[in-house]
């Protein structure tokens, strides 16, 4: 990530809470498609549900929490990021709620929202043009099968982890869904 050392590379979120002690700015790349936020927390209270107004719908991912047990903190923080929500802040139309840890910086790197992930869209057409009965009349050894499974599951597992933090709640609805379909398939085997 290049970022912009220039005027147009920053924008504040929030530098007017002089009550709570709280700035919080976006640094942007050259093309302004990566961002990254910062949140400061200049008092020894933690700020619970703290809004921001962000640039962009999607998911921030906290990447930097000085107040990481790593760093000697208490380990007060937003559990990975947050997604952002449709309620205006400020000049922003999104927003964020983040806990501010005590005497701590966050950094966020933003991640677009993904309308629909192809992987998991895939092996949900997999499976719904797959012949369940075909399967069963394969007759294919138990060791194969036991291989089969194992993969399956390790492919979902991938998907689950790769996805995890960019998934909307329906699509992880969706992604529970189609792993209980294909174990409920693979068990029919």
Known sequence: ??????SRGFQ?????????????????SSDKKEKLLFTFNMT?????NYMFGVPEKGFYKEILNSNAKEFGGSGIG??????SDDIPRFEFQNSIRVTLPPLAVNVYKFMPEIS???????LQ???N????????????PESEISELTNESESVIEKIESETELILSEDDKNQNLT???TLKCQLKKI
Do not use: C, H
Not at 130 to 138: G, K, P, Q, Y
């Open 44 to 48: 020894p209270v933690t700020r619970e």
């Open 78 to 83: 937003n559990l990975g990021g947050v997604r």
């Open 12 to 28: 504040w979120l929030d530098f007017s809470d002089s009550d709570n002690s709280v700035i919080g700015f976006v640094r942007y």
């Open 125 to 127: 057409k997999e499976i």
């Open 178 to 180: 189609i792993r209980k």
């Open 1 to 6: 990530m290049k970022l912009i050392f220039e």
């Open 129 to 140: 043009e797959s012949d369940t009965e075909d399967i069963v009349a394969d007759q294919t």
């Open 116 to 122: 629909e992930n192809k992987e998991v869209t895939d």
